[in-house]
């Protein structure tokens, strides 16, 4: 199994851009998480989905972040627009859910610079 | 979630056993305890979890009190590769709110 899948690995923007960060689950988990990491605040949980429905989204800081599911093995986790304080790293996770041990298999992260 | 108290950071010396300490004084009777690593620039790794008896695999063995209020995490032999920030967390599983929420951890530094 390739593991969790994240593109872009890096990305470098400008302050009012859009931007899209893409995660592709390990086949045959129903759960997805998506986290942002700064030296600031730690590792944040943004949001996270269930069989394709979002159950918290919480975490999600302010309107500009969205995020949709709209299949089992992908999901997109938008910023529009783009701020310098968005600048971090972006975790995908994926597990069992409530079948599995609760462990959550984390994706290799893209990092966003938005200038 | 119950919260837990991790010492910021310990040393430990290459091939000693690295025993990193966890409070959840607060854990309730269906919250297990996870423990996750994040090595440089990687994403968390899951090691090891428990709910109240000892639990042992290939990376790790946890030793739980038995009034659930504290936990350690014990790395047998450390190597370099340990090196990582080290998070313990309480949590209900068998639930549909699987959700993590990751403290500041521990910065475990390994050295040769």
């Known amino acids: 199994d390739a593991g969790v899948i994240q593109s872009p690995r890096h990305e470098v923007t400008e302050m009012g851009q859009e931007v899209t960060l893409r995660c592709k689950p390990i086949?045959?988990?129903?759960?997805l998480f998506w986290y942002r990491q700064t030296m600031m605040r730690g590792l944040e949980l943004l949001i996270y989905?269930?069989?394709?429905?979002?159950?918290?989204d919480s975490g999600m800081p302010e309107d500009r972040f969205s995020a949709k599911m709209p299949n089992a093995s992908f999901s997109t986790l938008k910023i529009q627009p783009s701020e310098p304080r968005d600048s971090a790293v972006y975790f995908c996770?994926?597990?069992?859910?409530?079948?599995?041990?609760?462990?959550?298999?984390f994706g290799p992260g893209t990092r966003l610079t938005v200038l | 979630d119950a919260k837990t108290t991790q010492p910021p950071s310990m040393d430990c010396a290459e091939g000693r056993a690295a025993n990193l300490p966890c409070n959840h004084s607060?854990?309730?009777?269906?919250?297990?305890v996870y423990w996750y690593r994040q090595i440089h620039s990687q994403g968390p790794q899951y090691i090891i979890h428990?709910?109240?008896n000892n639990e042992t695999n290939e990376m790790a063995s946890l030793i739980i009190t038995e009034d659930r209020k504290s936990s350690t995490l014990i790395l047998p032999h450390a190597t370099l590769r340990d090196t990582a920030v080290y998070y313990c967390?309480?949590?209900?599983?068998?639930?549909?709110?699987?959700?993590?929420?990751f403290g500041k951890g521990t910065r475990l530094h390994i050295l040769p």
């Open positions: 607060t854990i309730s009777g269906n919250e297990y």
């Open positions: 989905f269930n069989n394709n429905v979002p159950i918290d």
């Open positions: 428990g709910l109240k």
């Open positions: 967390i309480v949590r209900v599983t068998m639930n549909r709110d699987d959700k993590i929420i």
């Open positions: 086949s045959g988990h129903n759960s």
């Open positions: 996770a994926s597990s069992r859910g409530t079948s599995g041990k609760g462990e959550q298999f």
